[in-house]
């Protein structure tokens, strides 16, 4: 594991579009009026303290207007909390070799990092701090939150470089270090993987970690995690080390591998379902910008 302090060396990078990715969430985020409620959105309304009431703007969700208190008052009335400021979120980003995949125009590896980036940067231009772990078969790099310009492009130079990806995911032993090395000054981690990786100890460690930390998870598949295209014929398969060659039914093989994927993904969910963290589910094929944004606004309005 490294502590880093400074860039690294330039390499090969990945086919990011950073500023096009945040100009687009952020844009959203400002139709559904959600910039404003960050530490709602990353905490579900839990422990915020009522402070007064105050007009109703324009700017504000119609679905926070406390309607009891406008009645008395005779005009429309919200409810203003007292938020707690400077949070610290963590981003948990799986950078094994699974996500440099991709059947369409994204690897995994590219929209997660876009993803990251837009979901980052609405959380750091409020001044908050943003830190990051990346791991695979080990946790690699642990950035400790920060807020700031510098912070912010070091990170995403990181992430989109693409020898930083490689190696067998291993969730369990991420989880281990963020139980062991994050302390109670760290509010949120938001956890992005496509976790095609569990175990049967995965379970107990995400719910450590949600019981601890208000927690998300951002499931990120490629459409052939879930699904073969059809091909026509037979297809011969050769195992390179042997040369030894089976004839396998395209039909069969979509079918076996589709069961497959349906049950590692329903596993998955039950997994989730028993923790306390909320869930997300992407495909690298469409936008992340408008299911981010209306899961947030879920959030907010205690949907999830």
Known sequence: MVFLKQKTKKTAKLNVDIATAISDFQEIMKEFRLKRDIYKLLFRGKGLEFEAFRDYTPDDDASDIDWRASNRSMKLLVKQYKEERDLKIIFMIDVGSNMVFGSGDKLKCEFNTELVAAFAKVIMDI???????????????????????????????????????????????????????????????????????????????????????????????????????????????????????????????????????????????????????DSLDLVTNKSFAVPLALFLKRRVEGGL
Request: charged share 25%; net charge negative.
């Open 127 to 277: 001044n908050d701090r943003v830190g990051f772990i990346l791991f695979s078969d080990k946790v690699h790099h642990f950035i400790a939150p920060k807020n700031g310009e510098k912070h912010f492009r070091f990170f995403i130079d990181m992430l989109s470089d693409i020898s930083q990806y490689g190696g067998n995911t291993n969730l369990d032993a991420a989880l281990d270090f963020a139980m062991e090395y994050l302390d109670n000054s760290i509010h949120s981690v938001i956890v992005v993987s496509d976790f095609l990786k569990v175990t049967n100890q995965t379970e107990k460690k995400l719910s450590l970690i949600s019981h601890r930390y208000e927690t998300i998870l951002i499931r990120v598949r490629d459409l052939l995690d879930m699904t073969l295209p059809s091909v026509q014929g037979e297809l011969i398969l050769e195992n390179p080390v042997t040369g030894e060659q089976v004839v396998v039914s395209p039909k069969f093989a979509k079918a076996t591998y589709e069961k497959y994927a349906y049950e590692q993904a329903k596993a998955v969910e039950e997994i989730i379902k028993r923790t306390e963290a």
